[in-house]
């Protein structure tokens, strides 16, 4: 370090606020709605009343007569289209991989599966039309649980999947040598736990315009998109047949994702057919009610798990068997999530030597299940965390001192567990308790809860615990990608750093927001490691013309591998600017020093060349050292050599009333370790929404089907979202466990909300009403739920 | 029932939008956003639900805050409409903007708009709010990415501002009360 | 999110509303539409004619004189911000403050609601336990029609098709009036799971006479708790008495369930919340 050289203030940990806001804070942002173009027409879907039913025909021609309709297609046309791709066939289910079509063509599988569209001028004409086709339907009975859906006799939805079963997938020691140590145990616990079926509901619907240029042969797609490459990958290779090079996809400003934009829908392929069909450009755009009906739900797990422990409340064994509702065909990755990402996290962040988990993946006549924000871990945490809970139960061994005493220890790491996971990578997590236990109280709120339950007066409490660990940043190529297993293809990010001839820099990512502010946090860190201001920066994103492939936004990956991607393309950068300005100074190329974005002989600061005059020299190119190529950039493909795993602990309290079970979360407190935080604005940010969704699960959501598959929950006013009323501050603190394996320690922080809350939550108010003897209330904990309990027990 | 043998009489409506004024003939059907939307071009009000629940399209009709897909734009004949496009002055945001930059109130800003909208409405009638009133008026407000505690955060900024206690003060003394609360 | 085709008539004067209605039977009045579009949005409702209310001068606005006259346009904010409304009958204020949401309460009309007579909203029970009236005006005259009256079942009222509702009037009490509802949200809707009103007059002597008690949100359209009231009317508001009737609230009433709430847990709801209410009330006139 040298005095004389002025270096700038680093902007990694510093909470920068969002250069992505000033255009949404304006109404200027452009989200797929606001895709205009000219000759444009609009797509609007007709969609099967019935839960399972075979279609006998369909007459569209008095649809065809209505006003402004450019014309109305049905399954038959789209004969010729491939279904859509199956991406991630976990526990090898080659061969019974039933996908939507385009449209449905002879049957339908759930209540808003897609059977016919018509294409209009607008989008009102096209909803008239839809009244106009007539459709004739052969209605046949309809199972969407997804136990009862593998009894004999249940409806059978495929003909390749005999009692509706995907896959059977197990992981873990072998069962009877897991029942050998049930046997032994000093305790043993069992219970049925339901994880129930989620909407995600970004606030943005799907939708997708399509364009065909006649005269290049080339469509684009706008798409509300978590992957737009993969996107094009799948509708260009495996859909429509069209070589990829000829569609380009572009990601608007996307708003929210939670998972559910992640996966091939059938209005991306079939708003490009629809163009070059029509040679108008096509316009869809879900409503509310058609989101909640046919884009891809969460969870929706039933299982039973068995538990041993000692009876200081060492927990010895865990044999889980579980149910997993993947609805009415395999959406994109669906048979990824209750596999990889759930059976292969249940240990969580404890040492339990016995482990048996199956997984039975099941059809039923519902919307198709993939991954919802968590994805596999909130299921995995919420059951572990629960099991924790029962053994404090059933050994009166105190909860915090079950997790205490089950916890992997710091000197474990890297530690496997033993279910075919990654090794975690780093943890420290009793410290995260400890702090939790500390900021909520929780010695003078056990004494609380003890007194009102003794003298009968206010409200009952509860304190709900979670020690929570996950898996982000995914994944290895070789680990995820392994077919049968894995998704059959990497899980690498890409980066271009270009530092243009005037100096400003240029960042084209694989990765792509949909609100996580990768604008800001990608420009901090380039900032700091070229020495470049923040506001030269750009960050280019989410059109496949002009970014290199990337996998897309979703498990927590956007930093740890999209952006260790773009830090070693700017170590790259850095190290060629290095060779420059030895060549430049008269140096070798290790008397170098490059700091802050200058470049100076060590010993001699006062000579220096900035970022900006190497990036000149470089662009002119008259005066490079022999063989170095022009101009100042470099790209980087990274394939991560293992996942990160944050942890932390949060601590829920309630008050529950005792003649209503209505329930109120007085408390909140967030420990969470996600490493080393770039913007610890944006951190909080996304821990606060995601501790919102996961509380939500506990409380509030819950889709709901009756027994012919009619989604009873299918509107905001039935299926409760938090408002700003229904959630509790919450108090956030962190400990810093820098993960080994980026460059930056981060861990990632995109899901720990969501993942810690709901166990939390739900452990706070079993634990309210558990002294009358309650051991689990299934979700939401609807007053009548805990009322019935309190009243039942 | 669809009643479409003969398209009904379209409707002249006349509204000064963001300062202009503009006129249309419009079918009866066409919703306020869409007429935003579609005919003016305003795409910052958005569309997130139909059933009149998320607050993405709400809009300032004669002052009042209203959700912009539950009222026809021929209900709006002769209104003076505000969109989150009128909200900043000659390039100067208004206070609630400033909040929710400032305070990260926002993440994939699809509920912004109508958020902002909400929000300015709730000042307007009372521009000292108590947490429990900023959460209670912003009841027809969904986000689904901030866990509505930074909302919180950017509505008391921007009280703050407008009733001259100071934005950062503002959410600094909430913050303390919080704390005080929690210990 | 796209209703069907309908024609818009914007009427200037009550008898042309009417001659509009009368005209055609599929026409339906537009107040502040917070029902209606939403259901037309999801086209589970197609009127061929809208007639707009909106441009009828006369029925906004709230005048307080012992009892109370709300036109039947005026919309919940008005309720909620009136000052004079919160002197006489303060309850209504905060009704209004937590119907829907701020954005419903610029739009949704007093008139509007009881027309409509959804089975979980909540000034249908409150004008109900107010003992409360309206005015509705046809092609025959006007006449007026008690709150007792007004509901017939899920979603219907006694007003006939061409019938328009133009105002509410509340009455007004000589002695102490105790009056308060209590309700549970609806997490999703913000509807009433449900709704207790109470009102409870008394005469000099401090004893309650005529007390007023309907529910909403457990039955198919706001009903009086009549066993409850006749527990608590001409006695005294000991403990004993408001729990006893509190117990009895469902007494009689034919109670609905879904998958959120049971009709039993509904049950249980309505007791303790009409304790809750009564309680409140009672504390008013003590």
Known sequence: MSAAVEVPEKLVGKPIKRREDPRLITGAGNFLDDVRLPGMAHMAVLRSPYGHANIRGIDTSRAKAMPGVVGVFTGEDLKDVNPLPCAWQAGKVQNNVNTPRVLALGKVTHVGDPVAVVVADSRYQAEDALAAIEVDYEELPAVVDAELATRDGAPQLHENAPHNVVMQWSCGKEAAEVDAALAAADVRVSERIRNQRLIANAMEPRGSVGRYDAGTGEYTLWATSQAPHVHRLLTAAFVLGVPEQKIRVIAPDVGGGFGSKIFLYFDMPLVLWLSKATGRPVKFFEDRSENYLHTAQGRDHITDVEIGATKDGKITALKVKTYANLGGYLSTVAPGIPTTLYGRMVAGCYKIPNIHVDVTGVYTNTAMVDAYRGAGRPEAAYLVERVCDLVADATGVDPADVRRRNFIQPGDFPYDTGIGMLPYDSGNYEPALDRALEMVGYQDLLKEQAKRRADGSGKLIGIGLSSYVEVCGIAPSKWIGLPGEGWGAGLWESANVRVHLTGKVVVTTGSLPHGQGHETTFAQLVADELGVPYDDVQIEHSDTLGTPFGFGTYGSRSLTVGGTAIYKSVAKVREKAKQLAAHLLEASPDDIVFEGGKAYVKGSPDAVKTIQDLALAAHVGYDLPEGMEPTLEATTFYDPPNCTFPFGTHVCVVEVDRETGQLEVVRYVAVDDVGNVVNPLIVDGQLHGGIAQGLAQALYEGAVYNEIGELVTGTLNEYAIPKASMVPVYELDRTVTPSPVNPMGAKGAGEAGTIAATPAVANAVIDAVSHLGVKNIDMPLTPERVWRAMHNA | MANTVTAPAKVAVQMTVNGTEYSAEVEPRLLLVHFLRDNLGLTGTHVGCDTSQCGACVVDVNGASVKSCTVLAVQADGAEVTTIEGVAKDGEYDPVQRGFWEMHGLQCGYCTPGMIMSARALLRRNPNPSEDEIRHGLEGNLCRCTGYQNIVRAVTYAAGEINGTGGAESVAAWEQRVAGQAS | ?286
């Open chain 3, 1 to 286: 999110m796209f209703p069907n085709q309908f024609d818009y008539r914007k009427p200037s004067t009550v008898q042309e509303a009417i001659a509009i209605l009368s005209s055609d039977p599929d026409a339906k009045i537009l107040a502040g539409g917070h029902s209606l579009l939403p259901a037309m949005k999801l086209r589970l409702a197609s009127p061929s004619t809208l007639v707009d209310l909106g441009g009828v001068k006369g029925l906004k606005g709230i005048s307080v004189n012992g009892g109370a006259k709300i036109g039947a346009m005026t919309t919940y904010a008005e309720i909620r911000d009136s000052k004079e409304l919160a002197k006489a009958f303060p309850l209504l204020g905060e009704v209004a403050n937590n119907v829907g949401d701020a954005q419903v309460q610029n739009k949704g009309t007093l008139g509007g609601a009881l027309a409509h007579s959804d089975p979980a909203a909540d000034f249908t029970a409150v004008v109900l336990a107010m003992g409360g009236s309206v005015k509705a005006v046809g092609p025959k005259g006007e006449r007026t029609i008690s709150a007792d009256d007004l509901f017939v079942d899920l979603l219907t009222t006694s007003l006939a098709a061409d019938e328009v509702l133009t105002e509410v009037s509340l009455p007004g009490r000589a002695g102490k009036t105790g009056m308060a509802y209590e309700k549970v949200h609806h997490p999703a809707s913000g509807y009433a799971v449900v709704g207790v009103a109470v009102v409870i007059p008394t005469g000099t002597d401090g004893v309650p006479d005529s007390v007023r008690i309907a529910v909403t949100g457990a039955t198919s359209k706001a009903t009086r708790a009549t066993a409850a009231e006749k527990i608590l009317s001409g006695k005294k508001l000991t403990a004993e008495n408001i729990a006893a009737a509190a117990d009895a609230v469902a007494d009689g009433l034919e109670l609905n369930g879904d998958h959120y709430a049971s009709a039993g847990f509904r049950k249980q709801l309505l007791k303790v919340h009409a304790k809750r209410a009564i309680e409140r009330a009672a504390a008013q006139v003590s």
